[in-house]
Nanobody, 128 residues
Framework: QVQLVASGGGSVQAGGSMRLSCAAS????????MGWFRQAPGKEREGVAA???????SYVSSVEGRFTVSRDNANNMLYLQMNSLKPEDTAMYYC??????????????????????WGEGTLVTISE
């Protein structure tokens, strides 16, 4: 069973930066699309960023240009670099995975909307 555990959250002021990490355990070889989603209090789970096997990336519009997703396949790690943070980025952040079974399917951030939990998340709090 694959488990994905996020870490690296904390509290920073608006305008600051933070880097989240996600450690994957178990056989992740079938998951050719990895990404991040977040959940703020009282809100739906929202896909934030996604990255495919060949480095194709996809972002929700609210973080485009501020967040960068990357992956280290050799070490089963996923990262999210977050810059120019805003109070509205405050949320629990989780990592997830998708098995794109049809050749040519794009690893889109929309797959991570409403995603089930894969493991522990990490809390990001941005103050004014």
């Amino acid at each position: 069973q694959v488990q994905l555990v996020a870490s690296g959250g904390g509290s920073v002021q608006a305008g600051g930066s933070m880097r989240l990490s996600c450690a994957a355990s178990g056989d992740t070889s079938r998951y050719n699309c990895m990404g991040w989603f977040r959940q703020a209090p009282g809100k739906e789970r929202e896909g934030v960023a996604a990255i495919g096997d060949y480095g194709y990336t996809s972002y929700v519009s609210s973080v485009e240009g501020r967040f960068t997703v990357s992956r280290d396949n050799a070490n089963n790690m996923l990262y999210l670099q977050m810059n120019s943070l805003k109070p509205e980025d405050t949320a629990m952040y989780y990592c997830g995975a998708v098995d794109l079974t049809i050749p040519g399917m794009t690893c889109a951030v929309g797959y991570f909307n409403g995603m089930d939990y894969w493991g522990e998340g990490t809390l990001v709090t941005i103050s004014e």
